[in-house]
């Protein structure tokens, strides 16, 4: 499934690499790959639209690279996968570019394994899945090439709700790099 969507994301940047003006006015969407989120094991790749020359809406998607290890004892990742729908509101000159303020929802799906007390039963262990929903918020910067290229730059934080949550938030963290198609 991973290998499909990055597939997938190639063939659409590669197609518009090539097909597109140099002129970037005209163009309201973009694809970006996060790289720090990549690093931490949970690789993200987003969409975003450009309603007007101040506004836009986007998902970003992050499914876990590595399998779900100890969490009992803090080791490995939480989350399994996160798909956030955001909102933002940009404050620079040029086209949804420079300062902005993100509103966004997160649906997260996490695992965690507990495993016992080693003396009283070595061998068993539980398993649990858990699906949380959230709201939250970030601050940051777009910065745009004349030829579409863009690097965008935010940290923000969401608080996940719900019973069945194993951890309270999830973190907006991010140095992407993308094309604006």
Known sequence: MKKIIFGI???????NLFAQESNTSNN???????LPMAIYGLPELSYERIV?????YGVSLSIAAD?????????GIPERA???PYYRIYFGKKKAAGFYIEGNMAVASQK???????STNPTTYTE????????GGALGIKLLARNGFIGDIYAGYGRLFGENANYNGYPRLGVCIGRRF
């Open 28 to 34: 309201k969407n973009e694809i970006k790959f996060n």
């Open 9 to 15: 994301a190639i063939l659409i940047c590669h197609q």
């Open 128 to 135: 649990r899945t858990s699906t949380g929903f959230g709201f």
């Open 52 to 56: 007007e020359d101040n506004m836009s």
């Open 82 to 84: 996160i798909v956030c």
């Open 112 to 118: 965690q394994i507990n495993y016992p007390d080693f």
């Open 67 to 75: 399998k779900p290890s100890n969490y009992y004892t803090g080791d």
